[in-house]
C-alpha cells in the first residue's frame, strides 16, 4: 500500500477533514507549512473557507492565520474575496481568525475601511466573545499603522472595559499598556457612560468663507440665521454662515451642514466632541467643529449627512430637521 505522505498527496480539504470533530486539532500546522513553502496552493486553501464542513472551514482558518504570520504578501490577492465572501461566513471560529489577518494584509484605503466596519460589527455582535476580542485587538493592530484609527481603537478599548464582560475588559486591560493614543482621546474613551447626547440637524447649507483680516463685517451677513460666527485673527476674517448669503467670488468652503449638540452643556463636561469624532472617524467622515457658551456644533459636507447621522445613532440621539 501506499503511503499517505499528507497535504502534498492529497487535497487540503481532505488534509483538514476529520470526521466532523470540530474539536480536533488535525493537520493544521501540516497544511500551513505546506502552504507556506509553495504558495500557488492558497487559492486551494482559501477555497477550504467555503467547504461545506464546517471543521474544514474552522482549520483552513487557522491554517491562514499561520500563513499569514510568516509571510502575508501572497494573501493579499485574496483581500477582496476575504473582506467579502469570507467575512460572510458567520461561523465564529472563522470570523476571530480572519479578523486577526485582515490587520497583516496590504489593504487600499477604500478595503480598509471596510475592514475597520467589519471590525467594529463583530465587536458589537456579542454572540462570540472571542470574536469581540479578536476584533477590538485587530482594530488596535490596524491603528498602529493608521494613526486617525486611533481614537476609533481607543472608543473601542473603553467600551470594552465598560462592557461588565471579564474576558472582554481584561484583553482591553492587556491591549492598553502599550497602546498609545493621544491623551485626551483616551481619556475620553474610557469615562464611564454618561448621559446620552441629543443632536439636532440643522436645516441649512452652510458655507465658511474667509476674508482678509481688515475687512470689516461684510454686509450680506445676516446675525438673525440660526448659525452665524465670526472670527478675526492676524491672518483672516473668517465666517460661518448660511451659503445663500455669500456671494459668487468669495473665497469659501460651500456644502457644509450642522449638527447641534441640544443644551446648554455645563462646562465641568468632558469629552462632549469626542463621543461625536470617534465614530464619525470610523464612518470616514471628515469634521469642522466648533464651540459657542452653551453648546457645540459639529459640520460635515452634505454629501456625507446621512452617513453621519447613521454612524452618531450608535452614540446619540439625532432628530432630524422638522
Do not use: H
Amino acid at each position: 500500500m501506499k503511503k499517505d505522505s499528507g497535504p502534498k498527496d492529497r487535497g487540503l480539504a481532505k488534509a483538514l477533514a476529520l470526521g466532523g470533530d470540530r474539536r480536533a486539532f488535525g493537520n493544521i500546522p501540516t497544511v500551513a507549512e505546506a502552504v507556506a513553502a509553495d504558495p500557488a496552493r492558497l487559492p486551494e486553501l482559501v477555497a477550504c473557507l467555503f467547504d461545506g464542513d464546517a471543521g474544514v472551514r474552522m482549520r483552513a482558518a487557522d491554517a491562514l492565520d499561520r500563513v499569514s504570520r510568516g509571510d502575508p504578501r501572497p494573501l493579499d490577492a485574496f483581500a477582496e474575496r476575504l473582506l467579502t465572501d469570507a467575512a460572510a461566513i458567520e461561523q465564529a471560529e472563522v470570523r476571530w481568525r480572519l479578523a486577526a489577518i485582515l490587520p497583516r494584509l496590504t489593504l487600499t484605503d477604500e478595503q480598509r475601511g471596510r475592514a475597520v466596519a467589519l471590525l467594529e460589527g463583530w465587536f458589537e455582535n456579542r454572540a462570540s466573545r472571542i470574536v469581540q476580542s479578536a476584533a477590538l485587538q485587530s482594530m488596535v493592530d490596524l491603528a498602529a499603522d493608521d494613526p486617525e484609527l486611533r481614537p476609533v481603537a481607543a472608543d473601542m478599548l473603553g467600551r470594552a472595559m465598560r462592557s461588565g464582560v471579564p474576558s472582554l475588559a481584561a484583553r482591553a486591560k492587556r491591549i492598553l499598556k502599550p497602546f498609545e493614543v493621544d491623551r485626551a482621546t483616551l481619556d475620553a474613551a474610557l469615562l464611564p457612560e454618561t448621559k446620552p447626547l441629543t443632536l439636532s440637524v440643522l436645516p441649512d447649507r452652510l458655507a465658511v468663507a474667509r476674508l482678509a483680516p481688515g475687512d470689516g463685517m461684510p454686509a450680506w451677513l445676516d446675525w438673525t440665521d440660526p448659525l452665524v460666527s465670526a472670527t478675526r485673527t492676524g491672518e483672516e476674517l473668517s465666517i460661518l454662515c448660511r451659503e445663500s448669503r455669500v456671494p459668487d467670488g468669495v473665497k469659501a468652503e460651500r456644502g457644509w451642514r450642522a449638527f447641534k449638540v441640544e443644551g446648554p452643556l455645563d462646562f465641568s463636561l468632558f469629552g462632549v466632541l469626542a463621543r461625536i469624532a470617534v465614530p464619525l472617524a470610523q464612518a470616514r467622515v471628515p469634521i469642522f467643529a466648533m464651540s459657542t457658551y452653551d453648546t457645540d456644533y459639529v459640520l460635515v459636507r452634505d454629501e456625507d449627512l446621512e452617513r453621519a447621522a447613521e454612524a452618531l445613532k450608535r452614540v446619540c440621539t439625532v432628530v432630524a430637521p422638522s
